[in-house]
């Protein structure tokens, strides 16, 4: 069966320092893959998705960026981390067409 | 304009007192309806695909429902357990999921 990991769980980092978020998946090859960032009254909010090994696309201008250096791995990073990067950050990847998310990284920058 | 509307945000339920959740979209060319259970803390669970008008899906206390322009999620004598955000998404096309914002609901004994 698949699985979908991702750390860390939490996460306190001040403001300007980087950000690398790990998401790995198990029980599938070539999976789509997303990072979504869920905010308090906005709902979930698409960051990213990759189709493939080196493919990212990008949902919103922001100062996050994703990589995708394995198969069933996708990692979220920043460079300087602002207030604003703040949330719950989920990993998930696709079914036939529905979702099926990760535990999730609690980020806080302070 | 949200394509995903959720209604209403939150639900406050005594324990065996059904009711129904709302999830209206505008877009055309739907693939998919998608429900999802999640818990504070966590990621949201899978509960439901629904594909066409007149579609339902039943999971123990939970039925999903689907029309042309929305979808429902009734949920027959709920127990304090089924406290939870249930999130609807849609999918057009080969875009990804389009999320709404969820109904907070909750459940007292």
């Known amino acids: 069966s698949q699985t979908i990991h991702q750390w860390p769980a939490t996460l306190v980092q001040p403001v300007g320092s980087p950000l690398s978020l790990e998401c790995t998946v198990e029980g599938t090859s070539n999976p789509n893959l997303y990072w979504y960032r869920q905010a308090a009254g906005r709902g979930l909010q698409l960051l990213f998705y990759s189709v493939g090994i080196g493919q990212i696309s990008s949902e919103v201008p922001q100062n996050l960026s994703a990589s995708r250096p394995q198969d069933r791995q996708f990692i979220l990073s920043s460079k300087k981390l602002l207030l604003s990067d703040s949330g719950f950050y989920l990993c998930?990847?696709?079914?036939?067409?529905?979702?099926?998310f990760g535990p999730g990284t609690r980020l806080t920058v302070t | 304009e949200d394509q995903v509307t959720q209604s209403p945000e939150a639900l406050r339920l005594q324990e065996g007192e059904s009711s129904s959740l709302n999830c209206s979209y505008t877009?055309?060319?739907?693939?998919?309806l998608f429900w999802y259970r999640q818990d504070p803390g966590k990621g949201p669970e899978f509960l439901f695909t629904?594909?066409?008008a007149g579609e339902e899906k039943e999971k123990e206390r939970l039925k999903a429902t689907l029309t042309k322009k929305e979808s429902f999620l009734h949920i027959t004598a709920p127990k304090p357990e089924d406290s939870a955000t249930y999130l609807c998404a849609v999918v057009i096309g080969n875009t990804p999921l389009v999320f709404g914002k969820g109904t907070r609901l909750s459940v007292i004994a």
């Open positions: 629904l594909y066409s």
């Open positions: 998930a990847w696709k079914g036939t067409y529905e979702q099926y």
């Open positions: 877009v055309s060319g739907l693939r998919g």
